[in-house]
Each structure stands twice: as C-alpha cells, then as structure tokens.
C-alpha cells in the first residue's frame, strides 16, 4: 500500500513539473500564427541637398515610434506589417527667391534652412532568425529588410538671413516627392536592419532592440515658401529602436 502511494505521489509530482516546464510553452509559440510589437526610436537622418544650389546639410536629431504586426510563417522567419512615424530635421545654407531677397544665383548662400519633416511610412518587412531552433532560446538574434511607401506629413521650416541674423519666416513649407507613387505626397523608401530580442522566461513576451537603416528612393523636392526654393533633396537615416513584442 505505501509502495503504491509514493507511486502515486512521485507520478503526480512529474506530472507537475513537467506541466509547468517552459518548454511546452516555447512548443506553442511555434505554433503560433500572429504577433504584434511596438517601438520608440532616436534617429539620424542625413540630408544631402543639391550642392549646385546649397552647402551641405546639419543633420539634427529626430524620433519615431511605430506598431506593427508579425505573421509567423516559420521558426526563423516571419513578415512584418504596419505603420511608423518619422519626425525628421537638418539645417543647411541656400537661397531665398521671395520678392525682396535673392535675385539670382550667385553661390552666395546667405540663408539658413532649418528644416523638419513629419512622414508616415507603411513597410512590409521580412524578419529572418539568425540562430537555430529560436523558440527555444530567450535571446535571438535577427535581420530585417523591405520596402515600403512613404506618405507626406506637415513639413516645417525656419529661415534665417545669416548678414542680418533675421529670422524672415517660420511656418509650414511645401516638399512633395519627386519620384511619385500614386501622388506628389507619396514616395517610397527600402529598409534594413538587425535586431536583438530577449523573452521573459520563454514566454510570448519580449524586449528588443533595432538598429534600422532607412534608405529613401523618392528625394524631396524643397519649394520653401511660397515657392522660394527649387532644391532637390536625397534623404536617409540610422534609427536605434527599443520596443515589446507580444
């Protein structure tokens, strides 16, 4: 009778432990067909104006944030979808053609262009897994790349004469895409990246970090105010992302 009660007790205690085994749990993450992560990120972006008619671009800081969902269709590979906004800034020195300023080019460039840049951008994204077996571990390791649209938000830009030290306009400012998609606010860009994400303890949840390059394929076509200017203007920029992924 004993024999038969430690038996029973040593069966209900492995059963325990391997009920609450994290493994099991890593096994119905493969099976799992959807995901959702959201990020906050610090960017740089790199401004590289036409030099025929500017000097070269400050790059000034700027941030993001986006959501995005994630169909898992293997262990190590999955394609990401969703949105990202972009708030963007430079400053460069070029010219101001509104009655009463410049009259012609001269490569004298006497006015500062601080110029910021609000985008929505809609990717599709594919994310590889770069170690074996990656439900099974709390640390992975991955690439991203793909392309997406880029949609035109309110753009902003604060000019200054440099002789005078005269702010002569502050306000929103025209800058459509000269490679258009569908219309003159809509362009497109190619990203890339590599991530690191670390679960909590096997579970659905995890932290992760991006390191993201974005690479625009549509240059802005800077009209300042009222068309003042008539700059083209290429565009990238290196976003470090931090983010939680369900």
């Not at 432990?17 to 994290?22: K, Q």
């Not at 169909?71 to 101001?96: K, P, T």
């Not at 991530?195 to 076509?221: C, I, M, P, W």
Request: charged share 15%; glycine share 8%.
């Amino acid at each position: 009778m004993r024999i038969r009660i430690l038996q029973t007790v040593a069966l209900l205690v492995m059963s325990t432990v391997l009920w609450s085994s994290p493994f099991p749990q890593a096994a119905s993450r493969r099976h799992s067909m959807m995901g959702f992560s959201t990020s906050a990120f610090g960017l740089v972006s790199i401004f590289e104006p036409d030099l025929r008619h500017a000097d070269p671009a400050k790059p000034r800081a700027g941030f993001g944030v986006n959501a995005r969902g994630e169909v898992i269709i293997a262990e190590n590979f999955r394609i990401l979808f969703g949105a990202e906004f972009l708030s963007q800034s430079c400053s460069f020195n070029s010219y101001y053609f509104a009655p009463g300023y410049d009259t012609k080019y001269d490569h004298i460039y006497d006015y500062t262009h601080r110029l910021r840049t609000y985008e929505l951008h809609l990717p599709l994204l594919f994310r590889v897994g770069l170690l074996p077996n990656e439900s099974n571990l709390n640390t992975q390791l991955y690439l991203l790349g793909g392309y997406g649209l880029k949609i035109e938000g309110s753009h902003s830009s604060s000019i200054t004469q440099i002789s005078s030290g005269k702010e002569i306009y502050n306000g929103r400012v025209d800058m459509p895409f000269q490679n258009q998609i569908i219309g003159p606010a809509i362009g497109n860009v190619l990203t890339g990246g590599i991530g690191v994400d670390t679960k909590f303890n096997h579970s659905d949840q995890s932290v992760f970090f991006e390191l993201v390059y974005r690479h625009a394929l549509s240059k802005y076509h800077y009209l300042g105010y009222n068309e003042s200017n008539d700059l083209l203007i290429f565009n990238r920029s290196i976003a470090l992302a931090i983010g939680f992924r369900i």
